[in-house]
């Protein structure tokens, strides 16, 4: 009988799934069935409205709806105009109103209720061609506002905040959807999807996929994590699924989808049946990086980008290598361009750096060419007759970059915020276009890195530093064969007991004849040469081997925390290795931290996001490294799992002398309160720099007040306390407050 009830509900279950899937693909209006896809829909996400392209029929979720009513918005097509209408040519309905929803699957709407709360709504759409030729759009919105959070950021950060979630729907907008459901019967897992993407990994619609089918279909690298994820949401470990996977078709070509569930219990999913949706974001991929790769030019300036430059100037090159011309590279740094971004919006920032082109391509002349390389940065590559020539040339550029920098029209905290470095390099007729750009580019960063208009050429010092170079690229593959390698620790202090909390572990490399090398010399090179992912995964060991060892010492434990590189977050299982380096110490994973820096994570935030998780599942602590020079954003807050935000050094600088940078701080300290997370200040110097942070709300501090990073056993003996000595001077302050 049970069996029989199984089969029986089983069936009917599947049933169900398909009758969703299918009043969402083939479009009835059975009202039943409607209602179901609604109350699916905004189980799933948080909002749904779907509308026709004359907005003659516009259907509104009953989330939406309530949400709507209480912000005083009739629920009709001018909110959907509102929301997709294009800004540029006001809000015309029709055609580009559902060309604006789905490629722009990323669309922010704001709304604000009759009691003064904010919010935000992200949504994504999915267009449908009716039998009639009609399109019809469903859009999906999830509410991605934190009251408390959005009411107390800037202007500023919120229009940073739009941006980046721009950026990011914009890499996971959907070329295609279907509803995904899983299904358990006993311990099998089964997965029922929409007709066209079961067709795409080809089933036939009617199939239920057994799970470990489709996991035989996803590419090798990607099955563990997805196996994991999916795992744990069906047993009910965690309440939302949200990762991709590179699938197999039946082509025999990778297809990339992610699925998104969400376990909500008061809805309409069951113990049994979980459902969610699947979207293919290959297209919408391949075109971002294909837009990437295709072009050589700026979108914003028109200058050649970083690829455009070393392709024509490649060319010039070998133009003025057969006529026998002097050739000179100048490579200019806008400093800080990214803060000033943070600080004033990103039009802002386009505006300026239109400004700096239109200079420096009226400086350069005709026959120059001229290239927009990186965020900050400009190179110009012209002819010179003499060195004498090249030097009036760099005055010029100096003067003409450095006047703008201080024109009377901008407003006086930008022109504290900007300046420019530069540096420049004769060609020797040996070096290719890379050789000679990374000449000039050392020259750039050979000078003081503050905005001192400092201007120098390429010349013996640095041609050493990038010998210097050399004997890393060559040697450094040796180092850890040879046990060159030291973690040296720096002590991580909380600012309200002045205890240790935890130590950050920061490798040296004891080279034979160079002595000393510091990281900055030689991690970006192993970086480069892919050998970071074996040193990263010895440092991690290393790390956690260390902190094992003090805590049998009998010292108080510590949190050390290890950090991070971009080769080994996406080219490496990391989560394998930290899993290795807690089982080989043995130590606790709550005394493990990762640092990672925003930029890093935001590369794929799809991968970074499903491998943090499975980071925190094992227990382990992340933090934010360096905030406050990438994006500083509170999207990458809000959706990666982090505990603590560490203010970058060049922030904490400049905290006693410039209001701007004390604004950002603290900034940064209430979105971090607002989020429940703990924060640290890096490169902590003063007792002034102290007292201020204190005052801000800052929990940790670290820096040389307390201590250079240093040998494992100088921290021993200068900073860990024995857990027994500590247990005898509570027993002493016991005693005397009896007393
Ligand atoms: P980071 O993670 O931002 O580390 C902090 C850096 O700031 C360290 O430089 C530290 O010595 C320095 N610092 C700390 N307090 C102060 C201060 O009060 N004043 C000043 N002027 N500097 C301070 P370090 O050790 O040279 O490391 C540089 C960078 O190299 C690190 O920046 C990190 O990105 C990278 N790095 C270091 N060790 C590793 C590693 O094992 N793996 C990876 N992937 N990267 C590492
Ligand atoms: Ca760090
Ligand atoms: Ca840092």
New binding site residues.
């Given amino acids: 009988m049970e069996i029989a009830l199984l089969i029986l509900s089983g069936i009917l279950l599947v049933g169900l799934v398909a009758s969703v899937t299918a009043a969402f693909f083939a479009l009835k209006n059975a009202k039943a069935e409607r209602v179901r896809f609604d109350e699916l829909a905004e189980s799933v996400f948080d909002y749904k409205m779907d509308w026709t392209e004359d907005l003659s029929e516009v259907t509104f979720g009953e989330n939406l709806k309530r949400l709507l009513v209480s912000c005083g918005i009739a629920p009709d097509k001018k909110y959907v105009q509102s929301v997709f209408g294009n800004d540029m040519e006001g809000a015309d309905g029709g055609m580009s109103l559902c060309v604006n929803a789905v490629r722009r699957s990323g669309v922010i709407s704001e709304y604000y209720s009759a009691v003064g709360i904010s919010g935000l709504i992200h949504w994504k759409s999915v267009s449908v061609t009716q039998p009639n030729g009609r399109i019809k759009v469903y859009s999906l919105g999830r509410d991605i506002s934190d009251e408390m959070v959005s009411r107390k950021i800037t202007e500023q950060l919120r229009q940073q905040v739009m941006e980046e979630f721009e950026y990011i729907s914009t890499a996971s907008s959907n070329a295609d959807a279907g509803i995904l459901a899983f299904i358990t019967e006993g311990t099998s897992v089964y997965m029922k999807t929409s007709a066209h993407i079961c067709a795409l990994m080809g089933f036939e619609n009617t199939d239920t996929i057994h799970l470990d089918q489709f996991l035989s279909m996803v590419k090798k690298e990607d099955v563990l994590v997805v196996q994991r994820q999916i795992n744990r949401f069906i047993s009910g470990e965690s309440d939302a699924l949200y990762v991709e996977a590179s699938v197999k078709t039946s082509l025999g070509i990778y297809h990339t989808f992610t699925l998104e569930c969400k376990y909500n219990k008061g809805a309409i999913d069951y113990q049994h049946l979980r459902t969610g949706m699947i979207f293919d974001i290959t297209v919408s991929r391949m075109n971002r990086e294909e837009a990437f790769k295709d072009t050589q030019r700026d979108p914003i300036t028109g200058l050649y980008n970083r690829n455009g430059f070393m392709i024509e100037g490649g060319e010039y090159l070998s133009k003025g290598k057969d006529e026998d011309e002097r050739i000179i590279l100048i490579c200019i740094q806008v400093i800080k361009l990214r803060k000033i971004s943070m600080l004033f919006g990103i039009e802002v920032t386009d505006t300026l750096s239109k400004l700096y082109a239109e200079t420096l391509t009226r400086v350069a002349g005709e026959n120059a060419v001229v290239g927009k390389v990186g965020v900050e940065d400009y190179a110009l590559m012209l002819r010179c007759e003499s060195e004498e020539e090249a030097e009036v040339l760099l005055k010029r550029v100096s003067i003409v970059v450095e006047s703008f920098c201080n024109n009377e029209t901008l407003p006086s905290v930008l022109k504290e915020q900007s300046g420019f470095i530069a540096g420049a390099c004769f060609h020797n007729s040996t070096d290719d276009i890379s050789v000679f750009f990374n000449k000039a580019s050392v020259t750039l960063f050979s000078g003081v890195r503050k905005p001192g208009k400092i201007c120098s050429f390429f010349d013996e010092k640095i041609e050493k530093a990038v010998s210097g170079r050399n004997i890393v690229e060559h040697e450094i593959g040796e180092a850890l064969k040879l046990g060159e390698l030291e973690?040296?620790y720096?002590p991580k202090i909380s600012i309200k007991t002045g205890d240790i909390v935890g130590a950050?572990?920061?490798?040296r490399w004891n080279h034979k004849t160079q002595g000393l090398i510091?990281?900055?010399e030689f991690?970006h090179v192993a970086e480069e040469m892919e050998i970071?992912t074996k040193?990263?995964e010895w440092?991690m060991l290393q790390a956690c081997i260390q902190n094992k060892l003090w805590q049998e010492k009998g010292y108080d434990p510590i949190k050390i925390s290890?950090?991070?590189?971009q080769a080994?977050l996406y080219q490496t299982d990391v989560v394998a290795s930290v899993t290795n380096a807690l089982n080989e110490s043995g130590i606790d994973p709550g005394c493990l931290e990762v640092?990672l820096t925003e930029t890093m994570a935001m590369i794929d935030i799809d991968r970074t996001i499903s491998i943090l998780y499975s980071l925190k599942d094992l227990g382990v602590s992340i933090s934010m490294?360096?905030f406050g020079t990438g994006y500083s954003s509170l999207s990458s807050l809000k959706i990666l799992p982090i505990d603590l935000i560490k203010i970058d050094?060049s922030l904490v600088y400049d905290i006693e002398t410039n209001v701007t940078a004390r604004c950002i701080t603290k900034a940064i300290v209430d979105l971090g309160k607002a989020m429940d997370l703990t924060v640290l200040a890096?490169?902590?110097?003063t007792e002034h720099q102290k007292e201020l942070l204190d005052e801000l709300g800052c929990d940790i501090i670290?820096?040389?007040?307390y201590s250079?990073?240093q040998p494992a056993a100088v921290i021993e003996r200068m900073f860990l306390i024995p857990a027994a000595e500590r247990k005898k001077e509570k027993q002493r302050q016991k005693e005397i407050s009896q007393v």
Wanted: no cysteine; net charge negative; charged share 25%.
């Fill in positions: 973690l040296y720096q950050e572990a920061l490798m510091m990281p900055n991690i970071i040193i990263d440092g290890v950090n991070m590189s080994q640092e490294d360096d050094r890096e490169g902590v110097e670290q820096g040389y007040l250079k990073p």
